[in-house]
């Protein structure tokens, strides 16, 4: 973790496309949250956070096939 973190041409690129990445994954980030804090109860935290990552993936890629899907759809219709 160190290291990533020093690598300065990483943190650039990090830098550079955070805002777009803070404004795609906060909406799919919040419903996972908020699913993983109402229906996981698995006394464990590893479990509960794996499912968090899993819940996390799964509506990222809903979201982002129906967004490619919306936007080609869109660009072939005009």
């Given at each position: 973790m160190y290291s990533l973190l020093r690598n300065?041409?990483?943190?650039?690129?990090?830098?550079?496309?955070?805002?777009n990445l803070l404004a795609t994954q906060a909406v799919t980030l919040l419903p996972a949250l908020?699913?993983?804090?109402?229906f996981y109860h698995w006394k464990s935290f590893l479990l509960e956070f794996g499912?968090?990552?899993?819940t996390w993936f799964v509506i990222d890629f809903i979201v982002t096939t129906a967004l490619d899907a919306w936007r080609g759809r869109r660009s072939t219709s005009s």
């Amino acid at each position: 973790m160190y290291s990533l973190l020093r690598n300065e041409p990483l943190r650039r690129q990090f830098a550079a496309d955070a805002r777009n990445l803070l404004a795609t994954q906060a909406v799919t980030l919040l419903p996972a949250l908020l699913i993983t804090q109402l229906f996981y109860h698995w006394k464990s935290f590893l479990l509960e956070f794996g499912g968090f990552l899993v819940t996390w993936f799964v509506i990222d890629f809903i979201v982002t096939t129906a967004l490619d899907a919306w936007r080609g759809r869109r660009s072939t219709s005009s």
